[in-house]
């Protein structure tokens, strides 16, 4: 599976992104895709995630009302629309899909393929 995202870029606080990550290969292996961010000398950290089966979503307390994952089933792909985006929202964004049979967590161990990662910067 190979995951490619798009959609980072500068955005001045309380503007907009969307990002979108869409897979390919063996996509029916799938169950879940979310995304985590990271920045310089962190931990990389869960934002939102999403089940394909159900549309069941888990969000980060701190992009809660902000942050909306979505999905696409037919294109394999997921987005990730940022609103009121902060400062503290600046990271590499990565795109990251789970295989059938995993839980569905906010745990970086559930997730198996990852993509390369873009970059989101959200100036004051």
């Known amino acids: 599976v190979q995951l490619q995202a798009s959609g980072g870029g500068l955005v001045q606080a309380g503007g907009s992104l969307r990002l979108s990550c869409t897979a390919s290969?063996?996509?029916?292996?799938?169950?879940?895709m979310g995304w985590f961010r990271q920045t310089p000398g962190k931990e990389r950290e869960f934002v939102a995630a999403?089940?394909?089966?159900?549309?069941?979503?888990y969000y980060a307390d701190s992009v809660k009302g902000r942050f909306t994952i979505s999905r696409d089933n037919a294109k394999n792909t997921v987005f990730l629309q940022m609103n009121s985006l902060k400062p503290e929202d600046t990271a590499l964004y990565y795109c990251?899909?789970?295989?059938?049979?995993?839980?569905?967590?906010?745990?970086?161990?559930?997730?198996?393929?990852w993509g390369q990662g873009t970059q989101v910067t959200v100036s004051s």
């Open positions: 990251a899909a789970g295989r059938s049979g995993r839980n569905f967590s906010m745990g970086r161990g559930a997730y198996d393929y």
């Open positions: 999403i089940r394909w089966s159900d549309g069941a979503i």
């Open positions: 290969g063996r996509t029916f292996s799938l169950a879940t």
